[in-house]
């Protein structure tokens, strides 16, 4: 049937963001079928069984040993019908009743339980507008869920040992008498004091957090996100901002989430394909997405985004209790800004502006400028050396008859940029490139109801300082693939139901390197896999029945942790869990916590508002 719209256009997602204020919750499911699990309808829960708690597979944070960590609860709220309405705030202060001021790793935690029926919901944390979190929601059942979500803050330090100010959270979420999930929140920050001897070597990760941190996002009051919303290709989001006149190192760390006509941006065809074939609202644009990052106009760095599915993308079923990599830690991108430095010292305003090449409505995008500043000088001067950054470079092969047919895309990008900045530390020359390479491989067939999608993205990105009167030269290089495979197919049923099948494998590979050739270097692997198979008979909007399986495979390799998992779930069981613990170092490392030392921005720096730095020794 040409009429039939392809699968991508029914591909559902439970993810219910809807970009204009709700008044009636009536039309709320008209952009993109969605449908429920089965499971869900159930009326009475049974009280006898336990609640279920979902986990996303990761590797556990380095904690110091021997101190125990002042927690401090800053925010319980219970998020019910919040859509539309302003972000919860709550006060925020450092703990007042820990005995040490100084703190050698910051932990947020995320503790939520939910019951009945509910959608997935984006959601994001920031304090003082710098967000510290973005994540997704677990689907709940009626006999209930639990999750909780830790990550280390660190990096956040000087921001989170400020006092006065205002943490947020949005989630915008819907109850009625068919969404009944209501879920109830839990926001700690664990504090873990520093103590020489505990000092936790956390190799290629280690990065002494900056001296200031500068919110890129929206400023309260608002009824949404603090994140500015991307609805095309043309939309320009962007933000003006002073940097001090001292800082000798920038880097902007963006976070991205990706929803509606979007939240499967890799799976969707080409505008071409819809045009020929008559179809309407079927998202289009092609699958290739970046976000291009400028500084007063001009691109400084680009994102190729992680394909990150979230607790109800594809099939459901497939992320219980399992999630999918990066759904409950949405990975945030860093662009180093110091070649530009140079540019941006003049104590003026200068605009920092987010695009998406091929946008739909909707992406969620804003950023953090994390700054060094030169404690020794009151105005640090810098130049920009040398930028190229050349447009994209694309290649499209399609074939196809009516709703059948292949379509191949594959582009790259380059952006190199050196510049030096000259502080109390010397006169530094930094280089910034990034590479980056984008495959996809489309294959639709059964007339347009059935879609493979093969997808890689493979990234490097490499800084590079040159120290003063040496030949020194300190680097921070990473390697990061992304993977994406999806086999779907729907099949009709007849008495207006469809049986789907779906496969799915996200994979994400990254290795990272730091040091240099004089002290020696740090590194890491990471290889982390999923694969999925499901399938679901939904009639209307429900499904009637259906099954999820995922195995997944960790293995991280650094020189501050090793740690393996192998486990795999099918239809909210566990079937095998090995590993799980921390396994045998390959190396002991040699650095041990005058690793500081390795990047030579931190080399001489003592903290007065942080432990953190105490032990750097000068170089
Ligand atoms: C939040 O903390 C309160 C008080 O400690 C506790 O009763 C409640 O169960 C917690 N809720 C969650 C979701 O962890
Ligand atoms: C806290 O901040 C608010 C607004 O920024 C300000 O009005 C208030 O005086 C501050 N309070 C203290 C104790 O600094
Ligand atoms: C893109 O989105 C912006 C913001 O909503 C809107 O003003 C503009 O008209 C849109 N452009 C196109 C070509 O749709
Ligand atoms: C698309 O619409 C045009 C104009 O109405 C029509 O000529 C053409 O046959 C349609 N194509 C398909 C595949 O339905
Ligand atoms: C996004 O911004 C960059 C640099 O500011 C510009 O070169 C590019 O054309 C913009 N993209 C689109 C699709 O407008
Ligand atoms: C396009 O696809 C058709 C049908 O599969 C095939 O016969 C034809 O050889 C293909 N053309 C090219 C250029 O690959
Ligand atoms: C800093 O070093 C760069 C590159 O070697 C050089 O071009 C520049 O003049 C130096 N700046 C100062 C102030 O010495
Ligand atoms: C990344 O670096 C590796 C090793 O040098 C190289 O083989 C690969 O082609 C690079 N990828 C890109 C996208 O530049
Ligand atoms: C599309 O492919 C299916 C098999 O996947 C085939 O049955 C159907 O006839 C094809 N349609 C066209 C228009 O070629
Ligand atoms: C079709 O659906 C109706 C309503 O759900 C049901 O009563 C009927 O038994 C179904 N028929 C078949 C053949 O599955
Ligand atoms: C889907 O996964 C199942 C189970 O691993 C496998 O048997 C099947 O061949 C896969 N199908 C495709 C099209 O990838
Ligand atoms: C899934 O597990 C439930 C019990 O928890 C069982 O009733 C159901 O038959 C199982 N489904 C499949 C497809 O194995």
Not at 218 to 234: A, C, Q, V
Not at 336 to 359: C, M, Q, W, Y
Not at 372 to 379: A, F, G, M
Request: with cysteine.
């Amino acid at each position: 049937m040409a009429s039939t719209p392809p699968f991508s256009l029914l591909f559902f997602s439970l993810s219910l963001l809807l970009h204009q204020p709700v008044f009636s919750t009536a039309n709320l499911h008209s952009l993109r079928p969605e449908f429920l699990p089965q499971q869900l309808r159930q009326t009475t829960p049974q009280n006898d069984t336990p609640p279920t708690g979902y986990f996303e597979v990761t590797k556990p944070i380095n904690l110091p040993k021997t101190t125990t960590p002042c927690s401090h609860l800053v925010l319980a709220h219970d998020f019910a019908f919040t859509y539309g309405k302003p972000p919860v705030l709550a006060p925020y202060d450092p703990p007042s009743h820990c005995p040490s001021r100084k703190f050698s790793k910051i932990v947020l935690e995320w503790r939520a339980t939910c019951r009945g029926r509910q959608f997935d919901r984006i959601f994001g944390v920031w304090l003082g507008g710098v967000e510290l979190l973005r994540s997704c929601t677990a689907e709940p059942r009626s006999t209930g869920i639990f999750w909780s979500v830790k990550k280390d803050v660190t990096r956040y330090s000087s921001l989170l040992l400020k006092k006065n100010q205002t943490l947020a959270v949005y989630l915008g979420n819907l109850v009625d008498s068919t969404y009944t999930g209501v879920y109830h929140v839990n926001l700690t920050f664990h504090f873990y004091p520093f103590e020489e001897k505990s000092k936790a070597f956390d190799g290629v990760e280690d990065n002494i957090p900056a001296d200031l941190i500068l919110p890129i996002s929206r400023n309260l009051p608002l009824n949404d996100g603090l994140w500015f919303e991307i609805e095309n290709s043309t939309d320009l989001s962007l933000k003006e901002v002073k940097i001090p006149q001292n800082a000798y190192r920038a880097v902007l760390e963006v976070y991205v989430s990706f929803h509606e006509n979007d939240e499967f941006w890799y799976s969707n065809v080409i505008n071409e394909y819809i045009d020929a074939n008559n179809l309407t609202n079927t998202p289009g644009n092609g699958p290739f997405r970046e976000v291009v990052v400028s500084l007063d106009g001009e691109l400084v760095g680009a994102i190729w985004p992680f394909t990150v599915i979230y607790t109800g993308g594809v099939n459901p079923l497939l992320w219980r209790p399992i999630t999918g990599i990066g759904s409950f830690n949405l990975p945030s991108y860093d662009i180093e800004i110091t070649p530009f430095l140079g540019r941006v010292l003049d104590g003026k305003s200068h605009e920092i502006s987010f695009n998406v090449t091929n946008a739909l409505n909707v992406w969620y995008v804003d950023a953090n400028l994390h700054l060094w500043l030169d404690e020794k000088s009151l105005r640090t001067e810098g130049e920009v050396l040398k930028h190229v950054s050349l447009p994209l470079v694309v290649s499209l092969v399609s074939n196809f008859t009516g709703l059948n047919g292949t379509f191949l895309t594959s582009i790259s990008r380059s952006v190199k940029s050196a510049g030096w900045v000259k502080s109390s530390y010397g006169n530094i020359t930094t280089g910034f490139t990034q590479d980056f390479y984008f495959s996809n491989s489309m294959v639709m067939g059964n007339n347009g109801d059935m879609q493979i999608v093969d997808q890689s993205i493979y990234f490097n990105d490499s800084v590079d300082a040159n120290l003063p009167h040496s030949s020194q030269v300190h680097s921070l290089r990473s390697q990061k693939k992304f993977s994406f495979y999806m086999y779907s197919n729907v099949f009709d049923q007849g008495n207006e139901s469809s049986l789907y099948i779906t496969n799915v494998t996200l994979g994400l590979h990254e290795k990272k390197f730091k040091g240099s050739s004089r002290l020696g270097f740090a590194t890491s692997n990471l290889e982390n896999l999923q694969r999925c198979q499901g399938n679901m008979v939904v009639k209307k909007n429900l499904v009637v029945s259906g099954l999820g399986s995922t195995q997944q495979v960790y293995k991280y390799n650094g020189d501050d942790l090793c740690y393996l998992r192998n486990i795999s779930s099918s239809n909210y069981t566990i079937l095998y869990d090995h590993g799980g613990s921390q396994c045998r170092k390959k190396a002991e490392s040699h650095f041990g916590f005058g690793f500081h030392k390795l990047w030579p921005f931190h080399a001489r720096r003592v903290s007065l508002a942080s432990g953190l730095l105490e032990n750097s020794k000068r170089d």
